[in-house]
């Protein structure tokens, strides 16, 4: 009986190791928890950064497309762009439509003509894809919109253009039965571009625009 230890003392020594080892999980499990928030606040951080990032390519796109409209309606103005097509394409790229979007003075927007293809050509500018001789059983006589498509004399403050004759050099008679006008389908491309944003966006308008045959030869058969 001399030589067994005290109950007190094999109680206290089974139990230290236990101790240590329930200090140590909870150690390991508040590391794992740390982790898995830093990477949850991270993939918050990552979501917030991208949907910033996606609402401003949005903001960018539609401020370049609101320019190129504007451009279009300016284009569109007037007949210039079905009569003399090259010319008006090259002034307009020459000195492209500008738009200051933030009101600092400075152009932000360009809008010009690009080069597109269209039935394997290659070019820019407006592009006549057909037009059509108007009969003039199809006009009024007494309507302000028709009357100069009825002679050379009637047609010169039409605004529809160079008045066609009827024939002569570089024309074709026109019909029997034909106006001196036709009607043409035009496509009119732009592109607005924001170097700041590094946006570019293309749009494409079609238009329908009377003019006079020789006008719609000259535009649409070269």
Known sequence: MSDAKPPS????????PVVRSQRGITLLVALIFLVLFAVMAGAVLNSTLTSS???GNMQFRSEAISAADD????VLSSTAFAINTAGFTAQVNATPFRVDV?????DDITVNFPAVTIDGVTRAGPRCIRFQSIPLAKLDETSDNDIGCFGS???????LGNA?????AG???????????ANTDWVVPVRATEPATATSVDVVQGVGVRVFISDARNSCED
Request: charged share 15%; glycine share 16%; aromatic share 2%.
């Open 9 to 16: 003392l094999r109680h206290a020594d089974c139990q230290r």
């Open 53 to 55: 990032q996606a609402i």
């Open 71 to 74: 451009a279009i309606d300016q």
């Open 102 to 106: 933030n009101g600092d003075g400075a």
């Open 153 to 159: 004399s009637a047609a010169e403050n039409s605004g």
């Open 164 to 168: 066609e004759t009827g024939g002569g």
């Open 171 to 181: 024309t074709n008679p026109f019909a029997a039965g034909q106006s001196i006008c």
